[in-house]
């Protein structure tokens, strides 16, 4: 049996912890429905936003979380919010919406417009906020990855007619932001990321072909982007990654295990630990872990799923870990929810109840295996 390492309890990412979006509150529904309808301000729709995240805050703690969020509510989406506010970008109206499993997202992109930066980004006074109303929790960040600026975006060659020079850019904008988020107060944020799933499934690397792109190309240009981003970062700045294969209403997008991208991400991605969706047979088995080369680097298990209520067996899932553990030393394993329960704001298919009985459930099944 392997000993319990009980320092490692305290620091990022934590034995038990969750991706970040929580299902939004009627209020906060309500308010945003009046404020599209020009029946209230925005002053009024912050203040309403502020008393949902701070409840929400009460309620992670209440449950046992030691990292706490925002929930993602002052946002539609989990990526198109944070990325439309980078200096260079911009957001805009389509003809159709993201195709997941017999269900489509309504319709928003967004274009490289112009040389791209970051300042003044409206999310640093979102954390402080967020910060505050931690208090001796920790404020956990989550913001969507660098990679899906190029993913999910349009790059204007007149702007950019070098990729190379795009993802220098891009690199450098991010190193910029993380730094200002540091400074703000932040010491963990997750970098949210459905490429990387894409680059598991050989039906999505098809699909890439097919509009032309290399996955092969893009994985060197993601991994490297990504690690300048998080270069020279001060050592209590702890960075995650969640992987992602699409979240919206309970469905998916992709499908297939880690090991097409294991080696690279596992073994060069200079980060402190990622999360991993295991909560069914389309995320594949454990064996990828075996790349993991660094005694530092945290797995944080997603083998609780968000997409639905009904609780899972919590015999089966410390037996789950167990088998994890053959390939990561137990102490530098973590559990979690698969995912967030509302990646956009309409939300999984289950109620706010349930959504804290599984948060409950992780903490408990956590308590257990890393007593």
Known sequence: MQTIDKSSQKTAPFRADQVGSLLRSEAIKKARLQRAAD???????????????ARIVEKQKEVGLQAVTDGEFRRAWWHFDFLEDLQGVTGYQTGSGIQFQQKQTKSRAI????????????????FKFLQAAAGDHTAKLTIPSPSMLHFRGEVDKAVYPDQDEFFADLAQTYKKGLQAFYDAGCRYVQLDDTSWAYLCSEEQKEQLRAKGMDPDYLSRKYLETLNEAVSDRPDDFKVTMHICRGNFRSTWISSGGYEP???????????????????????????????????????VLGLITSKFGELEDKDVIKRRI????????????????????????????????QQWDKLRHVVEISNNVWK
């Open 261 to 299: 991208v294991a080696e690279k991400l596992f073994g060069h991605l200079n980060i402190d630990g990622f999360f991993l969706e295991y909560d069914n047979d389309r995320s594949g088995g454990f064996e990828p872990l075996r790349f993991v080369n660094r005694p530092d680097l945290n797995i």
């Open 111 to 126: 274009k490289v417009t112009d040389k791209l930066g970051f300042d003044k980004h409206p999310f640093l006074e979102d």
């Open 39 to 53: 029946e209230i301000t925005a002053e009024q729709l912050k203040t309403i936003e502020n008393e949902e995240i």
């Open 322 to 353: 167990e088998e994890a553990s053959r390939y990561v030393d137990l102490n530098q394993l973590c559990l979690s929810p698969q995912c967030g329960f509302a990646s956009t704001e309409e939300g999984n298919l289950l109620t706010e109840e």
